[in-house]
């Protein structure tokens, strides 16, 4: 099966600073890559995705760029800020029946003011 | 919309309990997810729904069993609850293809 490795566990950055959190996986079938945040008590929301026909996507503050050859994908968050402190996964799926998620092992973001 | 909605929220057990983790979604998704999530270690898929009327294992299914009672609802049953089944267990849907899981809230068991 696939296998989801993220790094790093924990990254502290000054609010206005950016964050870079990356990730690789195994199956080299994986052709979507989506990014969950997660705040304290609630359950993991998208704030991004990636599909395999695509090496970069940007939202306003926050970018996913892939590269397919390598096997990995990085989330980038530019001026920080405060209420970007949450933890953030990294998926890959097949996107096939069954629409099977693997989760890397989260990133714990936080940003100082 | 409601999205995703599990009960209860917070559970707490004694090991050799049974218990059903209750799951529904109202956004007319096909697969349906259970997945645990423990320190460390991310979010586990458990057991998982393509669609209506077929359920498969996920990387973690021993002590588990579920039921896709029809479109809407997904339930995760423990027979005999363990202490090492202590998480947070989460439920999530989306449709076939490359697209969005909406998760649930949550719910944090306990097993004493």
């Known amino acids: 099966g696939e296998n989801v490795e993220q790094h790093p566990s924990t990254l502290s950055v000054q609010e206005g600073d950016s964050a870079v959190i990356k990730c690789t996986y195994s199956?080299?079938?994986?052709?979507?890559f989506p990014w969950y945040k997660q705040e304290l008590g609630k359950g993991p929301q998208l704030i991004i995705d990636?599909?395999?026909?695509?090496g970069e996507k940007k939202d306003q503050r926050i970018a996913v760029t892939l590269n397919k050859t390598a096997k990995h994908f990085s989330l980038h968050i530019t001026e920080t800020q405060p209420e970007d402190s949450a933890v953030y996964f990294c998926?890959?799926?097949?996107?096939?029946?069954?629409?099977?998620?693997?989760f890397g092992t989260g990133t714990s973001l936080t940003v100082i003011p | 919309n409601a999205g995703v909605t599990q009960t209860p929220k917070f559970q707490v057990l004694k090991t050799g309990q049974s218990m059903t983790l209750q799951c529904a979604q109202d956004m007319n998704h096909n697969s349906m997810y259970w997945y645990r999530q423990d320190p460390g270690m991310g979010l586990r898929l458990i057991y998982y729904?393509?669609?209506?009327?077929?359920?498969d294992k996920g990387e973690v299914p021993n002590g588990y069993n579920v039921s896709r009672l029809n479109k809407r609802e997904f339930s995760l049953r423990l027979e005999s609850a363990a202490p090492s089944q202590t998480s947070v267990y989460f439920c999530?849907?989306?449709?076939?293809?490359?697209?969005?899981?909406?998760f649930g809230q949550g719910t944090r068991l306990t097993v004493v």
């Open positions: 998926a890959a799926s097949r996107g096939n029946t069954g629409n099977q998620f693997y």
């Open positions: 729904s393509a669609s209506e009327g077929t359920t």
């Open positions: 990636i599909r395999s026909n695509v």
């Open positions: 199956d080299s079938a994986s052709n979507y």
């Open positions: 999530a849907s989306s449709d076939q293809g490359n697209t969005e899981a909406f």
